[in-house]
């Protein structure tokens, strides 16, 4: 049964911009076949812990002495990789916060992202790879080329590099810029740009959701 693992981190419950869009996402990829099924985590509401020990971020084989994680610790960690490893294909709710991703998204992040488990190291591990992750980064500014903040953006180039690179996943990135126009006065000018962002981003999400 094609499973798809839904991922959301913002903090904001009710009038989330991400939210929104991975569940425009999970919808639409849902109705495209009657027998395929979602596997939710909410990492705001349930966050999982920072990781607790170094030694987590390498298989058992390849720690030293002082590292001995928790074992269940280290069963968190199973479970979170094989959730990844049974999907089908991951979408990824990534709001900015302070020119990063959320601190509950990097805890899960630090998690799966395992030295000779998930990443090759002295093998070329990576269980993941091929599986298809849209990442859908909403922010309160703009970071395009030609934005006075270009170059800003640390949200989604180290989930592009952990999961892409690192993982070997197919990562594809959707935004949605501006989102603080109708709060933040000063933004104003920029309403037609961020209504047409939440536009572009909405189809984006449909177009991918179909054909993923
Ligand atoms: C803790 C926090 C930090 C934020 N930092 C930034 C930032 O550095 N740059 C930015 O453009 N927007 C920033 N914002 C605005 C959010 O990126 C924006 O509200 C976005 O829509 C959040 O995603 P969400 O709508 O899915 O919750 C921040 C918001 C919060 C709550």
Same mark, same amino acid.
């Given at each position: 049964m094609p499973t798809l693992l839904h991922i959301d981190s &913002? #903090?904001? %419950?009710?009038? &989330?911009? &991400?939210?929104?869009?991975?569940r425009l996402f999970a919808t639409t990829w849902l109705a495209v076949g009657e027998d395929r099924t979602v596997t939710y985590r909410d990492l705001h509401a349930? %966050?999982?812990p920072h990781i607790s020990d170094a030694g987590l971020h390498y298989a058992p084989r390849l720690r030293v002495d002082v590292e001995a994680p928790d074992p269940a610790a280290e069963a968190l960690q199973a479970e979170l990789i094989a959730e990844v490893a049974a999907a089908d294909a991951v979408v990824i709710g990534a709001p900015m916060y302070n020119w990063s991703i959320p601190s509950t998204l990097k805890a899960w992040i630090d998690h799966i992202h395992v030295l000779g488990t998930t990443a090759p190291y002295d093998t070329p591990d990576q269980p993941f790879a091929g599986i298809p992750v849209v990442v859908i980064s909403s922010r309160g500014l703009t970071y395009g080329p030609? &934005?006075?903040?270009?170059?800003?953006?640390?949200?989604?180039? %180290?989930?592009?590099?952990?999961?892409? #690179?690192a993982l070997g996943m197919k990562v594809d990135v959707v935004t949605s810029d501006l989102t603080?126009?109708?709060?933040?006065? #000063?933004?104003? %000018?920029?309403t037609e740009q961020s209504t047409a962002s939440a536009a572009d981003?909405?189809?984006r999400v449909v177009e991918l959701a179909r054909h993923i």
């Open positions: &913002s #903090a904001n %419950p009710k009038t &989330s911009v &991400s939210r929104e869009l991975t349930d %966050p999982v030609g &934005s006075k903040d270009e170059g800003l953006d640390h949200t989604v180039p %180290p989930l592009v590099q952990v999961l892409g #690179a603080l126009v109708g709060r933040i006065p #000063a933004l104003d %000018p920029f981003a909405r189809d």
